[in-house]
């Protein structure tokens, strides 16, 4: 199925043009396991990830909220927004729990309502 103009607009903000490929950065494992030791400098880690010409980077709705004006630019990372939480990293572990659950963090509703303030 062919993609809409839309989201062949947004795929291209993402995807690198000669390659069609996209380095994106996981950020948001603090959303599950808290900070993790390195990471705890978000500016910083964002800084050294648009340094790295990193393409886009997923983060929480705190930290694009905490950190939208280091993001914002053609020289910086998309966004890549994670919205939902899941306990399943810690399923059979010793914090652990029987089984795993997901839920929503906030709405996309709530997510661009927060960012436009």
């Known amino acids: 199925m062919p993609f809409s103009t839309g989201k062949h607009m947004r795929l291209a903000r993402l995807l690198h043009p000669r390659s069609g490929r996209v380095l994106g950065l996981a950020f948001d494992h ?3 396991l808290g900070p993790l030791p ?3 400098d978000a500016a910083a880690v964002i800084e050294d990830a648009a340094a790295a010409g990193v393409d886009a980077m997923i983060l929480t709705p705190g930290l694009l909220g905490r950190y939208a004006d280091r993001l914002g630019g053609r020289d910086r990372p998309a966004v ?3 919205l939902d939480h899941t306990t399943m990293w810690r399923v059979g ?3 652990g729990y029987d089984q795993g659950d997901t839920q929503l963090v906030c ?3 709530d997510a661009l309502a927060a960012l436009h303030g």
């Open 38 to 40: 390195g990471m705890e």
């Open 93 to 95: 572990s010793e914090t």
């Open 107 to 109: 709405s996309v509703d």
């Open 80 to 82: 890549i927004l994670r």
């Open 30 to 32: 603090a959303i599950q």
